[in-house]
Structures are given as structure tokens and as C-alpha cells.
């Protein structure tokens, strides 16, 4: 179960980095984000998505076409 939990959370972790980078964040956000996402996976991938959005909206494209 703690494995099921620790491979999730490195997931979320690895996705909200890759995130980060598609925003245009620094490495350093980067990383923090990284840190962030193994502790609170879900929800950072939350915001973090959210700013996905709001990003492709402000350069006219759908945000369907983002993933």
C-alpha cells in the first residue's frame, strides 16, 4: 500500500514539474514545484492546471488542445 502511495506521489511530482516547465516557469520554480507535487500531489496538479488554462485561453486556444 505506503508503495502504491510513493508511486503516485512521484507522479504527481514528475507531471507538475513537466507542468511547470510548458508554463515557462525557471528551474528553480521548477523544482519547487516538484517538491510540491510529491507532497501534495493532487492539488498542486490542480492549480497547476488551472494556470494551463487560463494560459492557452489568453493565446486564443482551446483548453482541450493543451494535453
Not at 511530482?13 to 511547470?20: H, L, M, Q, V
Not at 516557469?25 to 494551463?52: K, M
Request: some cysteine; hydrophobic content about 50%; aromatic content about 10%.
Amino acid at each position: 500500500m505506503k508503495e502504491q502511495i510513493a508511486i503516485s506521489n512521484l507522479t504527481c511530482g514528475i507531471i507538475c514539474a513537466k507542468w511547470a516547465l510548458d508554463l515557462g516557469y525557471s528551474q528553480t520554480r521548477q523544482l519547487l514545484f516538484l517538491i510540491g507535487g510529491l507532497f501534495a500531489g493532487p492539488f498542486i496538479l490542480l492549480i497547476l492546471y488551472v494556470y494551463l488554462i487560463r494560459k492557452a485561453s489568453s493565446d486564443g486556444q482551446s483548453g482541450g488542445k493543451i494535453i
